[in-house]
């Protein structure tokens, strides 16, 4: 674990019948989880946690951390890099079609609709 990482332990996360603790790391710095519903802060905890559908189809994974989960040092939050960087995931992508992919992964992802994760998180130094 780097110094710059910490972990959080995400108590009851998963459906009810799979409730269980678990582990992920954040960088120290990112803030903290908002309340299911608030603004989206950046936190990273859902998509450390498990990949949105949009990531399940292009990284073939559905637990986290995302592939595309990005730290941003000047903004000290995280970003969906499938938001801000789809051509960087998306190779084949033209970059003309950028746009068009963004507004399409912000709908899939429901950016700005607010925070729905539902995980309890404590911090362990």
Same mark, same amino acid.
């Given at each position: 674990?780097?110094?710059?990482?910490?972990?959080? *332990?995400?108590?009851?996360?998963?459906?009810?019948?799979?409730? $269980?603790?678990?582990?992920?790391?954040?960088?120290?710095?990112?803030?903290? $989880?908002?309340?299911?519903?608030?603004?989206?802060?950046?936190?990273?905890?859902?998509?450390?946690?498990? &990949?949105?559908?949009?990531?399940?189809?292009?990284?073939?994974? $559905? &637990?986290?951390?995302?592939?595309?989960?990005?730290? @941003?040092? %000047?903004?000290?939050?995280?970003?969906?890099?499938?938001? @801000?960087?789809?051509?960087?995931?998306?190779?084949?992508?033209?970059?003309? @079609?950028? *746009?068009?992919?963004?507004?399409?992964? &912000?709908?899939?992802?429901?950016?700005? $609709?607010?925070?729905?994760?539902?995980?309890?998180? &404590? %911090?362990?130094?």
């Amino acid at each position: 674990m780097g110094h710059d990482n910490h972990p959080i *332990n995400l108590a009851g996360h998963g459906s009810l019948r799979n409730v $269980k603790d678990q582990i992920i790391h954040l960088h120290r710095a990112a803030p903290a $989880k908002p309340a299911e519903g608030q603004a989206c802060n950046g936190c990273g905890v859902c998509c450390a946690l498990e &990949t949105c559908p949009a990531a399940r189809l292009r990284f073939l994974q $559905k &637990t986290g951390p995302c592939p595309a989960l990005e730290w @941003s040092a %000047t903004e000290t939050r995280y970003h969906c890099g499938l938001l @801000s960087r789809p051509n960087h995931y998306l190779g084949w992508l033209p970059i003309a @079609s950028e *746009n068009i992919a963004r507004r399409l992964f &912000t709908r899939w992802i429901a950016a700005g $609709k607010g925070c729905d994760c539902s995980a309890g998180t &404590t %911090t362990q130094d």
